[in-house]
């Protein structure tokens, strides 16, 4: 069949929730991703308190694996046999939250790496004005969305379904919170490959960076990851009720 009628939920764990009533968590994940990636600039880093793109950066992991725990729970409808994954993810806010998020991993392993997409690269020439720079990196970043977005399906989703399908047989409060566990760890060495640092010195730097700026450090970091995951938390009470 070219077509099929629908489906459950990704692995069939559980009552399968239509991708509009979860749109609100995946918005707010998105936008706190596109803010990480804003943190890369290095106009607007420098203005930063200290510790709040450190801080930033330790939740994309968790908010990701949560992301993840949370898309293979959606049914997107019916479903054209042999199509590719970018075609088959019929929700705008998802696509965002995905893209938005390997967008930043991008970010910073090209600014580690200085590698470049192309004739562009995240770092603008030093001659150029702050406008300048500013528009230099949001092509890099926003420019090449769709590019972006295709990369994330045919390697970011595929690898976080399996990495979350296990949690979603358990109950939701605990395979939410047992995914974030996963993704602090998981997206924790992520991050540590891609700005070219040993994990222990990753941890290192992460602990500096709390102990430079306590509060701003926990605050950046509770609302970056305790309000999308009390979002869910909701999301998943209303979708049950």
């Not at 968590?25 to 890369?40: D, G």
């Not at 793109?53 to 898309?71: I, N, T, Y």
């Not at 019916?78 to 995905?98: E, N, Y």
């Not at 102990?211 to 309000?227: C, K, N, S, T």
Request: contains cysteine; aromatic residues 10%; proline residues 7%.
């Amino acid at each position: 069949m070219l077509c099929q009628l629908g489906r459950g939920p990704l692995d069939g764990y559980a009552a399968a929730v239509q991708p509009r009533r979860v749109a609100p968590y995946f918005v707010l994940a998105a936008a706190i991703h596109a803010v990480a990636i804003a943190t890369r600039f290095p106009d607007l880093a420098a203005k930063l308190p200290a510790g709040a793109a450190d801080a930033l950066m330790v939740v994309q992991g968790p908010l990701l694996l949560l992301s993840a725990f949370l898309e293979g729970r959606l049914d997107y409808g019916p479903q054209m046999a042999g199509f590719p994954l970018w075609m088959r993810i019929k929700s705008m806010p998802v696509k965002l939250a995905f893209t938005t998020a390997f967008i930043y991993v991008t970010v910073v392993a090209a600014q580690t790496f200085h590698v470049s997409l192309g004739p562009v690269d995240p770092a603008a020439p030093e001659s150029f004005s702050q406008q300048q720079r500013a528009l230099w990196f949001a092509m890099f970043t926003g420019g090449f969305f769709f590019i972006y977005y295709i990369a994330a399906c045919g390697m970011f989703i595929p690898v976080l379904r399996a990495l979350t399908r296990p949690l979603r047989a358990l109950p939701f409060a605990v395979g939410a919170v047992l995914a974030v566990a996963v993704g602090a760890a998981a997206g924790g060495a992520l991050l540590a490959a891609a700005s070219d640092q040993a994990i222990p010195a990753f941890a290192d730097r992460i602990q500096a960076a709390a102990a430079a700026d306590p509060v701003v450090f926990a605050v950046v970091g509770i609302a970056g990851l305790a309000v999308p995951w009390l979002v869910g938390v909701v999301v998943e009470r209303v979708n049950r009720d």
